[in-house]
């Protein structure tokens, strides 16, 4: 580039990559650009509009769709949702995935912090093998797991318990958590961890006075992200809670609420709707630790 | 080089005559065990411990509340004559290229929108991830209601359009239940792929559009010459995960048609959850669970050589 004047302009704003958009004309963007990006947000968003349109309708609009246009509401009611909340164990499903989340995540973190700091900066004998061992852990899929996970479950005494989903969601969680933090502890100087140790610093205190609080963004990251996780993991769940008070939200929705009624569908949705909005909530808040966590874990 | 330097005082340690306490507490190996303890205890005992068992409990006929007995290949030959098992085989194949293909190329496509200037660009793109966030089930039960029978929105509004003459049956016919799933399967995966790709367009940098440009390269050579090459370890990655994902999907089928009707969309898992779990013949569904294990041995191989392919690649991509 012997020309630098324009490139290095471009260059500086490259995280816009607005570089050549001068060359369109509006028309033309939005042919390519507005109209096929509006029809796949549309299809995207599409499902969740119903959802929460069902759950605010009444029975009689719900299943007559010639006298009511199905895309609206007339005279929105909240019975389908007050008789979510205090008719049924729905509050004690939403404690129980809560609870699960909270501390599988919880576990998660600190076992993956350990062993990232572990892996990344004791340089122990063989730590090269242990992170791909970490990174194959990551691959192995709960569906090939439920059967076997079960009678272990059973033989420590932890079926139909919350507890038994505590201890087996951190498998889905520390290969994902540990790789991702990995990559954090890696751009903090080792220079730090140097000065520590000179003025006498034990590897715990390093760990826990220098590099946690500098890691504080890589661990929001990888909690929301296994959270997200956790509230979503439905295989165990379903295998490993049998009575009905003991279930997390998407097991209950799928079993509990299936009575063939043609009325269902109201408390169906507004049960999905609820269940879906406190992730949807916890990731408006945090979008760009989701983001970095989601494409950090794929490109480390 | 600084590895080195970290490792000085664990070797001072270990010349000096200072009381085994002390000389384990600086040594680098022995401090790592138990900084891997939590990780390893979990990883083992939940983990590699199932993941072996299972393939042990493949070759006995355990039982739901029964211990077995080693019956070697018996499930094997059992299921190798077994229609029902065929049909899960190849609806999951079905299931993966179908979706993981299509998934692929809408979700390239969205990368290749969003990443583009417009305004509100950092709002879309959250909101493109949402599908992605909200719990699969819950998800999964939208569809359900989407795809009914009497009261399905997609069939009303094709009436009203005049396509059609009569309700569609989604999730009642063979053919039509699977592409039903398969849709399902593909909106909530395409916002990842789109996502994880655009972290991967943003890294190309713009200097190497001009210059095309400024060679008169098109749209399309631009994508081939400059885009593709450059994306394809990110893809690689990517459509790894998704392949692993899509193959081994349970919940998705279990919300919306258990594997009906007549077995045309039973997956793989959810065979081996039916016959392991509900029937309690937990032998038969380990036997299903561990027949899965060739095709995810496949998929991290092809992982595995994307990744060497990207090292390689950075080696030589300095412009």
Redesign the interface.
């Known amino acids: 580039m012997t020309d630098s004047v324009l490139p290095s302009k471009v260059t500086s704003q490259s995280d816009e990559s607005d570089g050549m958009s001068y060359l369109e004309s509006l028309p033309r963007r939005v042919v390519t650009l507005y109209i096929p990006l509006f029809v796949i947000l549309i299809v995207l968003l599409f499902p969740f509009y119903w959802m929460a349109l069902t759950s605010i309708k009444p029975d009689e609009q719900l299943i007559d769709m010639n006298k009511y246009n199905p895309f609206w509401v007339i005279h929105p009611t909240f019975k389908h949702i007050s008789k979510l909340l205090f008719e049924t164990q729905y509050p004690r499903w939403l404690w129980n995935t809560m609870y699960v989340a909270v501390g599988a995540t919880t576990l998660s973190i600190i076992a993956s912090v350990l062993a990232a700091y572990a892996i990344v900066r004791l340089r122990f004998k063989g730590a090269d093998a242990v992170g791909v061992l970490i990174f194959f852990a990551y691959l192995v899929p709960p569906s090939i797991l439920f059967i076997p996970l079960a009678s272990v479950i059973q033989a420590y005494g932890l079926f139909d318990s919350p507890l038994s989903l505590i201890l087996v969601y951190p498998t889905l969680l520390i290969p994902f958590s540990t790789w991702l933090l990995m990559g954090y502890f890696k751009t903090i100087p080792y220079e730090l961890e140097e000065c520590a140790l000179i003025d006498g610093a034990s590897r715990w205190q390093i760990l826990t006075k220098i590099i946690v609080p500098l890691a504080i963004p890589g661990m929001i990251s990888a909690f929301i992200f296994s959270f997200t996780l956790c509230w979503n993991e439905f295989i165990y769940a379903l295998t490993f809670l049998q009575s009905t008070p003991n279930k997390t939200v998407p097991v209950a929705i799928v079993n509990e609420f299936v009575d063939g009624d043609i009325y269902k569908w109201g408390s169906l949705m507004a049960g999905a709707l609820v269940g879906s909005l406190p992730l949807v909530i916890l990731y408006a808040f945090f979008v760009e630790h989701y983001v970095s966590a989601m494409t950090g874990a794929v490109k480390e | 080089m ?2 080195l ?3 000085m ?1 664990a070797q001072a340690a270990a010349v000096d005559t200072r009381s085994l306490w002390s000389r384990l ?1 600086t040594n ?2 022995w ?3 138990w ?6 205890a ?2 083992i ?7 072996g ?2 393939v042990w ?1 493949s070759f006995t006929d ?1 039982r739901i509340g029964r211990g077995g007995v080693f019956i070697g290949l018996e499930n094997y030959e059992w299921l190798w004559d077994d229609a029902i098992f065929w049909l899960s085989v190849f609806n999951t194949l079905l299931y993966t290229i179908v979706a993981s293909a299509i998934k692929f190329a ?1 979700g390239l ?2 990368a290749l ?6 305004p509100f660009k950092a709002m ?8 992605f ?7 999964a ?3 359900w ?2 795809y ?1 029978s ?2 399905s ?1 997609i069939s ?1 509004s094709l009436i009203k359009l005049g396509l059609i003459d009569h309700n569609i049956n989604f999730l009642g016919d063979s053919n039509l239940a699977r592409g039903s799933v398969i849709f399902a399967n593909i ?1 909530r995966g ?3 792929v789109a ?2 790709l655009l ?4 890294t ?4 190497l ?3 095309a ?1 400024l060679d008169g390269a098109t749209n399309w050579q631009r994508f081939r010459y400059i885009t593709y090459p450059l994306l394809t370890p ?1 893809i690689a ?2 459509m790894t ?1 998704s392949v ?2 899509t193959f ?4 998705l089928i ?2 919306l048609t258990r594997g009906g009707p007549v077995n045309a969309t039973h997956l ?2 959810t065979l ?2 039916q016959r ?2 509900i029937s309690g013949r ?1 032998g038969e ?2 036997a299903i ?2 027949a ?2 060739p095709f ?1 041995m496949a ?2 191989a092809i ?1 595995w050589f994307g990744m060497q392919r990207r090292k390689w690649q950075q080696g030589s991509n300095n412009d």
């Open positions: 600084s590895t330097q970290t490792s005082p507490r680098r190996n401090v790592a065990l900084f891997m303890l939590p990780a390893a979990f990883l005992l939940f983990l590699a411990y199932p993941l068992l299972g409990m355990e809408i496509y969205l929108l969003l990443n583009r200037h417009m879309i793109r959250s909101i493109v991830l949402i599908p966030i909200v719990p699969t089930v819950l998800s039960i939208a569809f209601w989407i009914d009497q009261f929105i009303w909106w395409v916002p990842f996502i994880t972290a991967g367009l943003q190309v940098s713009p200097s559009y001009e210059a440009v990110i990655v990517v995960f692993l994902f081994t999907d349970f919940q279990w919300a793989m898992a081996s959850y392991g779990i937990l569904g380990a669970a561990t899965m294990i995810l998929a991290i992982s």
